[in-house]
Nanobody, 116 residues
Framework: QVHLVESGGGSVQAGGSLRLSCAAS????????MGWYRQAPGKQRELVAHITRGGVINTADSVKGRFTISRDNAKNTVYLQMNSLKPEDTAVYYC??????????WGQGTQVTVSS
């Protein structure tokens, strides 16, 4: 089992920045990919970015150039630096950790609200 604890959400004005963190505990040796998804009201959950243990990154087009994902394997922590935030970035952001293509663990979610 893997337990994920997210932090860093909050409210910010458009153009501002926030940094999300997600710390994993438990069977962390099994984790390969960690990342972030988000879900806005009335919309499906969507990928924001993920990063493998080896550092391979995949970022959604909607946040490229504004959001940066990084990872500290020694601390079992993944970060999401969000710059130039827009109102459309408002959502609940969920951390994910994958042990295999079919086994994933989710955090409880952290709210990000961007006002215009």
């Amino acid at each position: 089992q893997v337990h994920l604890v997210e932090s860093g959400g909050g409210s910010v004005q458009a153009g501002g920045s926030l940094r999300l963190s997600c710390a994993a505990s438990g069977s962390t040796f099994s984790i390969d990919t960690m990342g972030w998804y988000r879900q806005a009201p009335g919309k499906q959950r969507e990928l924001v970015a993920h990063i493998t243990r080896g550092g391979v990154i995949n970022t959604a087009d909607s946040v490229k150039g504004r959001f940066t994902i990084s990872r500290d394997n020694a601390k079992n922590t993944v970060y999401l630096q969000m710059n130039s935030l827009k109102p459309e970035d408002t959502a609940v952001y969920y951390c994910i950790a994958k042990s295999s293509p079919i086994l994933a663990y989710w955090g409880q979610g952290t709210q990000v609200t961007v006002s215009s």
